[in-house]
């Protein structure tokens, strides 16, 4: 059984910055995409960010673009969200996910493996 462990949420203000972790069991790891979504209170669940499984290919939500870093260490089954320039509307819980099988790598449906996700806020 996969299991996919987040770390590194907290609070921050405006403007800072904040690392998030998530260390995967997953088989395969290093040919599997990562992705990072996030669901604000009273919203849907929505995307982030995703990277493949060698490093090269990343994607990442038109909102977060140039402010959120997507990366991973396959020696350590990790993979990293570098979170900089943090807006109170980046508020939300943050979960790790793993796409083992095909399927677009911006869809929740893609994914089969999923952490229990961590808390971040951001005041203004």
């Known amino acids: 059984q996969a299991q996919l462990v987040e770390s590194g949420g907290g609070l921050a203000q405006a403007g800072g910055s904040l690392r998030l972790s998530c260390v995967a069991s997953?088989?395969?790891?290093?040919?599997?995409?990562m992705g990072w979504f996030r669901q604000a209170p009273g919203k849907e669940r929505e995307f982030v960010a995703t990277?493949?499984?060698?490093?090269?290919?990343?994607y990442y939500k038109d909102a977060v673009k140039g402010r959120f870093t997507v990366s991973r260490d396959n020696a350590k089954n990790t993979v990293f969200l570098q979170m900089n320039s943090l807006k109170p509307e980046d508020t939300a819980v943050y979960y790790c996910?793993?796409?083992?099988?095909?399927?677009?790598?911006?869809?929740?449906?893609?994914?089969?493996?999923w952490g229990q996700g961590t808390r971040v806020t951001v005041s203004s």
């Open positions: 996910a793993a796409k083992v099988f095909s399927g677009s790598e911006d869809s929740e449906a893609s994914y089969d493996y």
């Open positions: 997953t088989p395969l790891f290093s040919t599997t995409y």
């Open positions: 990277v493949s499984g060698s490093g090269g290919i990343t």
